[in-house]
């Protein structure tokens, strides 16, 4: 475990935390006056790889080598030109700050971070974070990398669990959940929806398939992962044979067969390592989905669209009526499906170009 002290005046800025990986939907902008909660989990942080918020440059502004330098290998509006690294904490962990009003404006319903570090080490004054808030952005504190570092805790160090371990707990992401507004829909303070999490965890996963397909079609499995990815890839992909093979793959499942072509398997959420099976060669491309989502996608807990008939068993507890099921279809997270695919390298291969003049439609067949 560590704690992170301000770089200039030593004093401590959080309370201990383990790192754990980065989730999928740390970027993720999601709706109009949504209320996400909080990104991380109390007692973690993670390290962002890439640069985040301001001050930024357009494409055009930028040589194709320096983008390619910076992993980037397709155009993209604009990229962050500020330092990577961040430390992405829960707000409740941190410890010794202020805010800095003067630094606090431009936003909707909260804080956005779009002028900078908003906070400051109470002792030094030294701007060492920035708080997001605002509506339709989930709730963190990044740590700006130049102006902290961590230090270890004294104590025990506890190993990441293992793939037994994680299947065990059995932590799933439901697909559905209420998302609060402000006003809200209907006059209610809240609608179902499906998950954020669910919708960002299927943009990383579509980029992923996509490179994966090689140009052809991909199916995948029946059910909740037919609903996430078929309707996607059945529009961004050519119709008809030759067609790629994607199934469920990971700890605990049988081992797929010979003659697949794609793996969805789960990220492990302390490490950030993709799960590979140990008896099976290298050529299945590995997609990879969080932990939580693959869960539900191997093991789904039943909805029942009706009331059962007769009495609830003694030991039974459920909301009733049961929550509702969104009304529209599901629809993948465009601005983590766009972040994943520009850093994948395979995005510059010649049959890319049709999806991408797909993609340059505004909402092709409502995918996103």
């Known amino acids: 475990m560590f704690v992170f002290v301000c770089a200039r005046c030593d004093a401590e800025l959080t309370v201990p935390l383990s790192q754990v990986s980065l989730p999928v939907h740390a970027r993720q902008t999601y709706g109009n006056g949504a209320q996400l909660p909080v990104l991380m989990e109390s007692g973690t942080f993670a390290v962002d790889p ?71 080490c109470e002792a030094c004054d030294l701007p060492v974070a920035t708080r997001v808030d605002d509506c339709s952005l989930w709730q963190a504190v990044r740590l700006s990398s130049d102006a902290v570092r961590r ?51 299927a943009g990383q996963a579509l980029a992923h398939l996509l490179v994966a397909s090689a140009g052809q079609s991909v199916t995948v499995p029946d059910g909740l992962t037919a609903d996430m990815f078929q309707r996607a890839l059945d ?25 697949v072509d794609i793996l969805l398997v789960p990220v492990h959420p302390q490490t ?52 509702p099921r969104p009304h529209y279809l599901f629809r993948v997270d465009r601005g983590t499906f766009e972040h994943t695919l520009v850093r994948l390298p395979a995005v510059r291969s010649p049959w890319m170009r049709t999806v991408l003049q797909k993609l340059s439609q505004d909402r092709p067949a409502g995918i996103f």
Request: glycine residues 12%; charged residues 20%; negative net charge.
């Open 50 to 120: 890439d640069p985040w918020g301001g001050p930024w440059r357009m494409w055009d502004e930028i040589d194709p080598g320096e983008a390619e330098a910076r992993g980037i290998y397709a155009p993209v509006h604009a990229l962050s030109d500020s330092r990577s690294g961040a430390i992405v904490i829960a707000p409740g962990d941190v410890r010794g700050t202020r805010l800095i009003p003067e630094r606090c404006g431009g936003a909707c319903c909260g804080l956005s971070g779009a002028d900078g570090p908003n906070m400051a």
């Open 235 to 259: 529009t961004l992909l050519p119709a008809g044979p030759p067609t790629r093979r994607a199934v469920l793959a990971g700890p605990g499942e049988p081992s797929p067969d010979a003659d």
């Open 272 to 323: 950030g390592e993709t799960w590979s099976p140990a008896d099976r060669a290298a050529s299945a491309y590995p997609v990879p989905l969080p932990l939580g989502v693959w869960l539900w996608l191997v093991s789904p807990q039943p909805y029942l669209p009706v009331p059962a008939s007769g009495g609830m068993p003694h030991d039974v507890l459920r909301d009733d009526p049961l929550p």
């Open 151 to 201: 230090v270890p805790v004294d104590g025990v160090h506890a190993a990441p669990l293992s793939w037994a371990e994680l299947t065990e707990k059995g932590e799933s992401t439901p697909p559905f959940e209420p998302i609060a507004t402000w006003g809200g829909r209907f006059g209610s303070s809240h609608y179902w929806s499906w998950s954020p999490r669910w919708e960002a965890a």
